[in-house]
């Protein structure tokens, strides 16, 4: 039996006195893992017929939300409650399994109701034949259960299972075999179609897209669309997220705090930047105040500095009215002081600035690239490496787009690490315009060895002074003033892709080569990221498995195919 079948361990279960009344429920959720706390006071709930899907930044909190709503980790405080009538099913990123256990077992798990209700009809059918009992009650006993059978699929079970195991990959697989043997893709397909054939009263999916072709994506949608019950799902599918949900709900779970908006992706996205454009007219007002209380102030102590400067003769000429307007001038100036403090103490930063590849220093004639006659900046011709590259060419000129896409293994990672200059190829050749500058974004980003903290480390790397790495590092609020003297080491994997987005946007590149960059990312970086990318005007090349950016360059599409690249109709364009 798999998590997704397991039944909770923690949390309380009850029975909803009505199934329109079906809800999950997190209240005032406290969660510690290690030394580092997760979940604080978070509440949440999801009704019937909602589909929610939970989006936030990586490491907070997102997956033990789900873990402890299921059941599978007990909070330090707060309250957990299932009102469902039925199993909450859960979805894991990486599903367990009982030792031995083979596909068949966990098939026959996730159908063992209708396999309870075909054994009852078998038991009636036998009673019925040898007319025992009460051959009316029998009957009736035995219309209800094929009523019931009827309702829950159990005529189209063969084929039902045909259907989703098919659809998810796995119809090829010996129902035999055993669940360790299979691979971390195949387990969590398993545990996914496991759910959908149990079809629960409940449903708690933490990334149920990963390890999808886009078929099985489409299909999960349809299904989810229909689904009844209570649905969280935790997700960075922008596709999904924009067809699947009936409300978004962004988690900061260390700060307490869960904002659910309305809609899907695409409607978040709309009252995200509503709420930006909110934050920089708070900002505006508060410029608009703090100047006015400094003019004020300035005023104030002009007035006090007329009484300070009185001469003998003025003092001899002192009157009560003139000491009267001297505490007026002093009174003035503790209000202005005391707004003055008052402002400071509630400022208003400003929004982060976008991100943007537009380089601060565009004007200095060292940061340009001496552009060719005809205009390619980079070109690679007959590109050989092992079995994966056979012969592949590739011209990159300015303004240029390009999305390649090709199954795991096919060798677009290698191909773009040719092109960036940190693998030799085999064979053939890569030639670069003079001064160019070319960021790249490796897949995986690993600072694992890293010791220094993170500011340090940023330096290094940039060969910069402090000060201004430190300007870098918060000038687009990838990172703030508190995260500096973490070791890099220590960082989230998030947090890894973030400092290496720091490190390709300081680069000020003439052209990008970016390996799945919405990898580990947050939805909201996610979105800036691309548009900083649609803004760029130097060349691009992206591997991606994103569906929705695959689809917002879908006549950019470039197939790496037996070791060479095709567009839509031949061999990859050439200037």
């Known amino acids: ?53 939970l989006i936030g930044e990586n490491g907070r909190g997102k997956s033990t939300l789900l873990r402890a709503l299921a ?45 309870e209700l075909s054994a009852r009809m078998r038991a009636a059918e036998e009673r019925m034949s040898c007319d025992e009992g009460d051959l009316d009650a029998v009957l009736e006993e035995y219309g209800r259960l094929q009523e019931e059978f009827a309702r829950r699929g159990g005529w189209e079970l063969g084929a039902r299972i045909g259907e989703v195991l098919d659809v998810f990959g796995l119809a090829g697989l010996d129902r035999a075999r055993r669940i360790r043997t299979l691979s971390g893709g195949e387990r969590t397909r398993l545990a996914l179609a496991s759910l959908v054939l149990t079809e629960p009263a409940g449903l708690l999916l933490d990334e149920p897209t ?7 994506v489409d299909w999960l949608v349809q299904w989810l669309a229909s689904y009844q019950g209570p649905c969280l799902i935790a997700s960075h599918d922008r596709a999904l997220l924009d067809t699947a949900v009936t409300a978004i709900v962004d988690l900061d779970g260390p700060k307490g705090s869960t904002v659910r908006y309305g809609g899907g992706y695409r409607d978040y996205l709309d009252e995200r930047a509503a709420a930006r454009e909110r934050w920089w007219q708070r900002y505006r007002e508060w410029s608009r105040d703090l100047a006015e209380a400094r003019r004020r102030l300035h005023r104030a102590r002009a007035g006090s500095r007329v009484f300070a400067g009185r001469g003998d003769n003025d003092k001899l000429s002192y009157n009560a009215m003139g000491s009267a307007a001297e505490a007026a001038v002093a009174r003035r100036t503790r209000a202005a002081q005391q707004h003055l403090r008052e402002l400071l103490q509630e400022a208003v930063p400003p929004p982060p600035e976008p991100l943007d590849f537009a380089s601060p220093q565009a004007t200095d004639p060292a940061d340009e690239v001496q552009e060719p006659t005809d205009g390619v900046l980079l070109r690679a011709t007959g590109l050989k490496v092992g079995e994966v590259l056979r012969g592949a060419d590739l011209a990159l000129a300015a303004g240029s787009r390009h999305v390649i896409s090709a199954p795991n293994g096919a060798g677009k990672s290698t191909l773009l690490s040719v092109l960036a200059g940190e693998r030799a190829p085999d064979a053939g050749v890569v030639e670069c315009a003079p001064g160019l500058r070319i960021g790249y974004l490796p897949q995986d980003s690993d600072f694992g060895a890293e010791r220094r903290g993170l500011l340090e480390a940023f330096a290094a790397r940039r060969a910069a002074h402090v000060e201004d790495a430190a300007a870098e590092l918060t000038r687009f609020g990838l990172f703030g003033p508190e995260d500096f003297g973490t070791p890099a080491n220590r960082l989230s994997v998030g947090q890894w892709r973030r400092l290496e987005l720091a490190l390709l946007f300081a680069r000020r590149p003439h052209l990008l080569l970016l390996d799945e960059p919405t990898n580990h990312l947050s939805l909201v970086l ?50």
Do not use: K, W, Y
């Open 526 to 575: 996610v979105e800036q990221l691309l548009e900083a990318v649609e803004r760029f005007t130097g060349p691009v090349v992206m591997v991606t498995h994103d569906r929705a950016l695959r689809e917002r360059h879908r006549d950019r599409l470039l197939e790496l195919s037996d070791g060479r690249l095709l567009g839509p109709a031949g061999p990859a364009p050439r200037a």
């Open 71 to 115: 059941g599978a980790l007990t909070p330090q405080r707060g309250q957990v409650v299932r009102a469902v009538t039925g199993q909450v099913g859960f979805l894991p990123q990486q599903p367990e399994f009982p030792a031995d256990s083979t596909i068949e077992d966990v098939l026959a798990q996730a159908t063992a109701e209708i396999g």
């Open 210 to 216: 990963n390890h999808l072709d886009d078929r099985a």
């Open 1 to 53: 039996m798999s998590d997704a079948s397991s039944p909770p361990s923690g949390g309380q279960d009850i029975l909803s006195a009505d199934h329109r009344s079906a809800h999950l429920l997190a209240e005032n959720l406290h969660c510690v893992l290690g030394d580092r706390e997760v979940l604080r006071d978070v509440s949440l709930t999801v009704s019937r017929g909602e589909r929610v899907g």
